[in-house]
Nanobody, 129 residues
Framework: QVQLVEVGGGLVQPGESLRLSCVGSGSSFEYYAVAWFRQAPGKEREGVSCISSSDLYYADSVKGRFTISRDIAKNTVTLQMNSLKPEDTAVYYC????????????????????????WGQGTQVTVSS
């Protein structure tokens, strides 16, 4: 497993941008799929975006506004969030799981949160005027 640390988050106004970074430990981090989940008060944790060796995933609610990218040299996966809305307010978590999976039909980027074995501590994103 890898250790994950989220960097970024904070309070912004609607329409503004934020960048979240997920920094992974270990030289094998590039062989992990990395996903961003979020959880708002009283709601279930939901998948926001994910990057793997074969997949890029965005939830419908963030398509066209959020961009996920990876810097292998820096062991970092970044989530650029633009045009933020109040409904984006949540604690954001990054999660990782080995990639590729031994099962060639398994798509880690559409897997439920419970399938991811490594998690960061979470970072708060608040969008409010």
């Amino acid at each position: 497993q890898v250790q994950l640390v989220e960097v970024g988050g904070g309070l912004v106004q609607p329409g503004e941008s934020l960048r979240l970074s997920c920094v992974g430990s270990g030289s094998s981090f590039e062989y992990y799929a990395v996903a961003w989940f979020r959880q708002a008060p009283g709601k279930e944790r939901e998948g926001v975006s994910c990057i793997s060796s074969s997949d890029l995933y965005y939830a419908d609610s963030v398509k066209g506004r959020f961009t996920i990218s990876r810097d292998i040299a820096k062991n970092t996966v970044t989530l650029q969030m633009n045009s933020l809305k109040p409904e984006d307010t949540a604690v954001y978590y990054c999660a990782a799981d080995p990639d590729p999976s031994p099962d060639p039909l398994y798509r880690v980027c559409v897997a439920p949160a419970g399938d991811f074995r490594s998690w960061g501590q979470g970072t708060q994103v608040t969008v409010s005027s």
